[in-house]
């Protein structure tokens, strides 16, 4: 049985009076634990995907079902790691992952606990008091998967997640990606 299902997905957008058309009867089955990964040029609906199955965007036709049920909103049971990583320039590397477990409702302890753990995960341990502006593009971009890890979804979107790294650390974050999940 599909974990994850999406049966003949169209997305529309209106720009100006005209629709536009993102994704034109996209179908897909993926088991429970499958890796995947959708590759096309750009402007081709991968985003736009992406976000349907986050639950962010509005589906125009078909439908897609996660566990049986239909994707109509967010859910804790999906993590989204957006393309810009929508980091708080005001919060630490610690408090942007951290926050994350707050809005979970997790005791002060346990979020702290779970934000060091997941910064050793991706390497940021030293940065952990650092700010955003003081990071490099693909710290910034570290520092968004494990927040979005911290919450332990068991599904992760992941929107270009690695395009700011260079070809190491890229390489290195696959590794250690594919040993958390």
């Known amino acids: 049985m599909s974990w994850l ?3 003949e997905v169209s997305k529309r957008f209106d720009r100006e009076g005209q629709q ?3 994704l034109d009867r996209f179908s897909l089955s993926i088991a429970e634990g499958e890796f995947v990964t959708i590759v096309g040029p750009s402007g081709c609906g991968k ?6 199955v ?4 509005a589906i125009t036709e078909g439908s897609i079902s996660l566990a049986g049920e239909r994707v109509r909103e967010p859910g804790p049971d999906r993590g989204m790691l957006f393309q810009d990583y929508g980091l708080f320039p005001w919060l630490s590397v610690l408090g942007n992952v951290a926050w994350a477990l707050e809005s ?5 302890a346990k979020r702290l606990e779970l934000a060091n753990h997941y910064l050793e995960r991706v390497g940021l341990s030293a940065f952990r008091n650092a700010y955003p502006a003081e990071l490099s ?3 910034q971009q ?4 494990a927040r979005t890890l911290a919450l332990e979804p068991r ?11 260079d070809a190491q650390t890229r390489e290195l974050m696959q590794e250690e990606l594919t040993a958390i999940w």
């Open 5 to 7: 299902e999406a049966v």
């Open 20 to 22: 536009i058309l993102a």
């Open 142 to 145: 570290r520092v968004a998967l």
């Open 47 to 52: 985003s736009t995907f992406l976000h349907m």
């Open 54 to 57: 986050g639950g962010f965007e």
């Open 155 to 165: 599904m992760l979107l992941m929107d270009e997640p690695f395009g700011a790294l």
């Open 104 to 108: 979970r409702g997790h005791a002060k």
């Open 137 to 139: 593009g693909g710290m």
